[in-house]
Every structure is written in C-alpha cells, then in structure tokens.
Antibody
Framework: QVQLQQSGAELAKPGSSVKISCKASGYTFTSYYISWIKQTTGQGLEYIGY????????NYNEKFKGKATLTVDKSSSTAFMQLSSLTPDDSAVYYCAHIAANFDYWGQGVMVTVSS | DIQMTQSPASLSASLGETVSIECLASEDIYSYLAWYQQKPGKSPQLLIY???RLQDGVPSRFSGSGSGTQYSLKISGMQPEDEGDYFC?????????FGSGTKLEIK
C-alpha cells in the first residue's frame, strides 16, 4: 500500500536548519509530485510547495521562498525539505503528501520545535 | 492567493443530526475543492475531492456540493466517529490554500 514515512521530531535552536525526510513506498515514486504542508494551531494549514519527483523541479509558495528547500533522492524514493534560519514561528507540524484528486496520501507529520 | 473562508469555526451536533460546513473561495476555483477530516495527532484524511466525489472507503453519509466560489460538506446523520476537525483545500491555483477549519463535536 502507498505509504509516506517521515522522519522523527526535531528540536532545533533559532538560526539553525533542519532537514526532514519523507520516504515513499507502495507506488512508482516518480509518478506523483510531493507536496509539503505546514500546520500550526495559530495559522492552520499552509501549503509550502511541491517537488516534481521525476525532474526535481520545484514550485514554492512565495511565503516560504528562502525558508524551505525541497529536494529528492530518486534512488531511495525519498523527498526532503530543509528549513533554514529557523525562528520560533517555524515551530509546527510539517507534512509531506500526495494531493492529486483521489490519489491522496499524507505522511504522519514531523513536529519541529524551535527553541533556545 | 485565493482566500478560503470556512464556516462555522466550531459546531456541536447531536447523534443522527445533519450538519453542513461551508467554504467560500475569493474567486472561482472550478470545483478544484477537497474536504478533509483530521483527528487529534493524526494526518488529514480525504473525504471528498473535485467538490462532490466521495473518496473510496468514506461513508456515504458524507457528501460535497458546490461550484464557482461556494462549496459545502454535508454529514447526513452525525456519528460519534465524525468528531474531529474538518477543512477544505482549493487546488485550482497555486499556491493551494486551505480553509481555517471547523471543529465538530458531539452535543
């Protein structure tokens, strides 16, 4: 079955970076884009952007340009999101997902906490 | 960006009651609208896609309707397992945007 398995929770200091992984299984990895979504209690759900898992091409929400960097490793069917120059506002749960009509699968989410 | 105004923010319903949640888009989204349910500590689960198409495995008491800028999710006969957060997502124009969510509780 289709699964998106994300890496574990992160505790990071302000100004640092974290890199979250999303390992796909159960389907042809390069057939579907992977999206990334941020969820906070205050701001709700925000769409960060997506990566074309075949070409590596990306499209970012303007709000997250310079904050998030999306990459893929086709050899391991894994997508990555690096968050840089972290501030407390980056504390959130981050999901990877396939959002394509009824081909809709989400990872379990990664909680990122930014604190000194 | 397309703004998705979702209402109500919270809702309390009795078992068996029919409830509706609305999403209003700031421009025409051509039925590129999905509805999700999220339980605490879990990932969102797709209920409806393309405004009115029921995702496989989702109970038929869930239905979606709407077009243009106005969309709604209806639950016909509230069940205990329907408690949770619901939100809409527009996929018509990048960046995709979400409604602010509705917390549905049993009365």
């Amino acid at each position: 079955q289709v699964q998106l398995q994300q890496s574990g929770a992160e505790l990071a200091k302000p100004g640092s970076s974290v890199k979250i992984s999303c390992k796909a299984s159960g389907y042809t990895f390069t057939s579907y884009y992977i999206s990334w979504i941020k969820q906070t209690t205050g701001q709700g759900l925000e769409y960060i952007g997506y990566i074309n898992t075949g070409s590596g091409g990306t499209n970012y929400n303007e709000k997250f340009k310079g904050k998030a960097t999306l990459t893929v490793d086709k050899s391991s069917s894994t997508a990555f999101m690096q968050l840089s120059s972290l501030t407390p506002d980056d504390s959130a749960v981050y999901y990877c997902a396939h959002i394509a009509a009824n081909f809709d699968y989400w990872g379990q989410g990664v909680m990122v906490t930014v604190s000194s | 960006d397309i703004q998705m105004t979702q209402s109500p923010a919270s809702l309390s319903a009795s078992l068996g009651e029919t409830v509706s949640i609305e999403c209003l888009a700031s421009e025409d989204i051509y039925s590129y609208l999905a509805w999700y349910q999220q339980k605490p500590g879990k990932s969102p689960q797709l209920l409806i896609y393309a405004a009115n198409r029921l995702q496989d495995g989702v109970p038929s008491r869930f239905s979606g309707s709407g077009s243009g800028t106005q969309y709604s999710l209806k639950i016909s006969g509230m069940q205990p397992e329907d408690e949770g957060d619901y939100f809409c997502l527009q996929g018509s124009k990048f960046p995709f945007t979400f409604g602010s969510g509705t917390k549905l509780e049993i009365k």
